[in-house]
């Protein structure tokens, strides 16, 4: 079946470092992919979509480009602040049989310190 | 403003107990899903719909049931709780294939099973 895969665990950073989270998937088709971020607390929100092979898709200064070749959809940010410290999701949606499904990671834990 | 509203935003069961979590969405959208977060798992898919009146099984369907009775509200029933269905739980609504719509998530239930 579908599946997602990101970077583990928890990712530490001091603040302007510059952010990756890695993120694969495994999918029949060609799914859209998403990036969602989730504070304590809360619900996940949606970050930003691709939905073809070379788009990038960005929100907040962080940005990532669907690549269809290495199929990846990785997470990057060139100066994080504290204020980034959430879990952060990687999903794709797809369509098997013609319902719309869809598959998130597990997430990563971004800690960032001042 | 489009939501997704979850009620109740926590509750303690007893094992062998019935437990009902609502959602109501006011987005008009077609599909609607339950997802389960836990530790080390991220948002696992565990049923879905995508009309009312009819639910369809997702990745960890056993033990839950699901109920669509209209396009704005879908329920997640567990009918003999136990401590391994101890979580959050959350519910979001997609426009589902047109335009790759991403899933708007509730601010989720905190299910603790006793």
């Known amino acids: 079946g579908d599946s997602v895969t990101q970077t583990e665990g928890q990712v530490a950073l001091s603040e302007e470092d510059f952010l990756t989270i890695h993120c694969n998937y495994s999918?029949?088709?060609?799914?859209?992919l998403f990036w969602y971020v989730q504070y304590p607390g809360e619900g996940p929100q949606f970050l930003f979509r691709?939905?073809?092979?070379?788009e990038k898709g960005s929100s907040r200064g962080f940005e990532a480009t669907y690549d269809k070749g290495t199929t990846s959809f990785h997470l990057r940010k060139a100066s994080v602040q504290e204020s980034d410290s959430a879990v952060y999701y990687c999903?794709?949606?797809?369509?098997?049989?013609?319902?719309?499904?869809?598959?998130f990671g597990k997430g990563t834990s971004l800690v960032v310190h001042p | 403003e489009a939501a997704v509203t979850q009620s109740p935003r926590s509750k303690v069961a007893v094992t062998g107990g019935k437990v009902t979590l609502s959602c109501h969405q006011t987005?008009?959208?077609?599909?609607m899903y339950w997802y389960r977060q836990d530790t080390g798992h991220g948002l696992r898919l565990i049923h879905y719909?995508?009309?009312?009146?009819?639910?369809e099984k997702g990745d960890i369907p056993d033990g839950y049931k699901a109920s669509r009775p209209s396009q704005e509200n879908f329920s997640l029933i567990l009918e003999l709780a136990s401590l391994s269905q101890t979580a959050v739980y959350f519910c979001?609504?997609?426009?589902?294939?047109?335009?790759?719509?991403?899933?708007?998530f509730g601010e989720g239930t905190r299910l603790s099973v006793l």
């Open positions: 691709a939905s073809r092979d070379k």
């Open positions: 987005n008009n959208h077609d599909y």
């Open positions: 719909s995508y009309v009312a009146d009819s639910t």
């Open positions: 999903a794709l949606g797809e369509t098997p049989g013609g319902n719309y499904k869809p598959t």
């Open positions: 999918a029949s088709g060609y799914p859209a």
């Open positions: 979001a609504s997609s426009a589902g294939i047109y335009n790759n719509q991403a899933p708007l």
